[in-house]
């Protein structure tokens, strides 16, 4: 299954960060983002945005 252009996982967003995906996801989860089980977990560009701004502080 293709994965809308528009969405950014938290893999992507670790490297972009130069953090860690373990540390990106906890913090994911912290917020109360759930992902699905099982499920490769997807951002909108807005969530996105939130985690940029929290890693780059």
């Known amino acids: 299954m293709a994965e809308p252009h528009h969405t950014v996982t ?3 967003l670790a ?3 130069g953090a860690s ?3 990106v996801q ?3 989860r912290d917020q109360g983002w759930q992902s699905v089980p099982y499920d490769r977990r997807r951002l909108t560009p807005e969530q996105a ?3 940029r701004e929290w890693f780059k502080r």
Do not use: D, F, N
């Open 10 to 12: 938290p893999e992507q």
């Open 15 to 17: 490297v972009e960060l």
């Open 21 to 23: 995906v373990k540390t």
């Open 26 to 28: 906890a913090w994911l």
């Open 49 to 51: 945005a939130q985690v």
